[in-house]
């Protein structure tokens, strides 16, 4: 069990260029989330997906982001014109959905994108 | 909307002493909650929850109290090690809606050999 990872781990960009990240799960898993952490504060909640599926989107996921799950394996999510404010950290996190018993989340290291 | 508070950003206390990380949530819908704790350069990982139908959650040196009609929470940690030192999170959510967590803004805790 590799846990979940997460490519790259740093990105600087310059605003205005589309950047893209990539999430692995824990193998078994057949949910993966993402959320943004910003400077002194705690995660927040973005998207989430079962299996290929994305359920639920957060407010805070404006047009310019997007998330896929092609094949209900790895993720990615892409932020198109990136501005100043999108910088910040991005989690994955993923879990296994199984039955009514509490799905405990497992993180992945991170991206921290830096815009420009 | 700061659902979940933790009004603590740091905390420093001494290697064999108690720990204790406070957290207030505001939604009474909220009936389970965790702690989760990150190193530098490493995602949060997950150390220990408590559901609304329980007051006191044990894991070896590790204790989280749940006050429902304060709508507070505290994790003890007991005795604490310097390896404990970490940025703690306190998470709340529905049983029901457990993919979305609400989390506390941190508490830094230093724990001094």
């Known amino acids: 069990d590799t846990g979940v990872s997460q490519d790259p781990r740093h990105k600087i960009t310059k605003r205005g260029q589309n950047v893209t990240f990539r999430c692995d799960p824990i193998s078994e898993h057949n949910r993966l989330y993402w959320y943004r952490q910003t400077l002194g504060q705690g995660p927040e909640f973005l998207t989430y997906?079962?299996?290929?599926?994305?359920?639920?989107k957060s407010r805070l996921l404006s047009d310019r982001f997007s998330a896929e799950r092609p094949k209900g394996s790895f993720s990615t999510l892409e932020i198109q014109r990136t501005e100043q404010g999108d910088s910040a950290m991005y989690l994955c996190?993923?879990?296994?959905?199984?039955?009514?018993?509490?799905?405990?989340?497992?993180f992945g290291p991170g991206t921290r994108l830096l815009v420009l | 909307d700061q659902q979940v508070k933790q009004n603590s950003p740091s905390l420093s206390v001494q290697e064999g002493r108690i720990s204790i990380l406070n957290c207030d949530y505001t939604?009474?819908?909220?009936?389970?909650f965790l702690w989760y704790k990150k190193y530098p350069a490493e995602g949060p990982t997950f150390l220990i929850s408590i559901s609304s139908i329980k007051d006191k959650n044990e894991d070896g040196r590790f204790t989280v109290f749940l006050n429902k009609s304060a709508k507070h929470l505290s994790l003890h940690i007991v005795p604490s090690q310097p390896g404990d030192s970490a940025v703690y999170f306190c998470a709340a959510s529905e049983w029901h809606n457990n993919n979305d967590m609400r989390f506390g803004a941190g508490t830094r805790l230093t724990v001094k050999p």
């Open positions: 939604n009474s819908m909220f009936d389970y």
């Open positions: 996190a993923s879990s296994l959905r199984s039955g009514g018993a509490w799905e405990t989340q497992y």
């Open positions: 997906f079962q299996n290929e599926a994305q359920l639920e």
